[in-house]
């Protein structure tokens, strides 16, 4: 980690264009240039990954789905875990994320990964055991479907986890935060610049569709913006039924 790193980082993420005309060239056209570089930065700006996946059980012989899996970065969260499965599925949209999770791959010798270039809305995958969405939904277009889809691929009392950026309700049910006017307006501008779109209805919809098996609402640190938090949740939900 250098401080030139960061800024490079930061300034492709304040100035590149993002381009394309589908959501897949979008996204590619945002990665192609911070690739190598993306989990450095990341690592201090996206919380609560560890916390999830060391919360979540690792079933032996079990399937694990990785929607929007990037790097492969939270996979090593789970540590020497990752040998009691069978299989490993890591699915990403960018080619460019995907290079360096074929390289993270291959040093941690993880033979029962598979890396593959796909939408999480539409992936065609074996049922699973666990499934996992960390900073995913937020740039995800139709994340109703990619929720949907995952929760058709989980075997019954299946697991879904996520973790991502969002904002509350102006008037959140109880048991839920609730968010000042700066954080759910500055927020979802702030990141949707690269397309980006924090939601507030995120943990309300998994909330209806699986059983909660853990709900945190929480704040973390943006790097080099002394004072400024920005909001994040982690999810564990159970499947019921077939």
Known sequence: MTLASDLRIAYRLLFSP???SSHRERLESFYQHQADEYDNFRDRLLHGRRELYQ???VPQGGHWIEMGGGTGRNLEYLQ???DLLDRVSLVDLSSSLLVQARHRLRRNGWQHVQSIEADATQVDL???DVITFSYSLTMIPDWFSAINH?????KPNGLLGVVDFYVARKYPDSGYSRHGW????????WFASDNVFLSQDHLPYLASTLEVVSKCESIGKVPYL???RV????FIGRKIGS
């Open 18 to 20: 993002i381009t394309g």
């Open 55 to 57: 919360a979540l059980p």
């Open 80 to 82: 020497h875990r990752i």
């Open 126 to 128: 074996p049922p699973a």
């Open 150 to 154: 995952a929760i058709r691929l989980l």
């Open 182 to 189: 700066m954080k759910r307006n500055f927020w979802p501008i």
């Open 226 to 228: 002394p004072g400024l």
């Open 231 to 234: 909001p994040y949740y982690t």
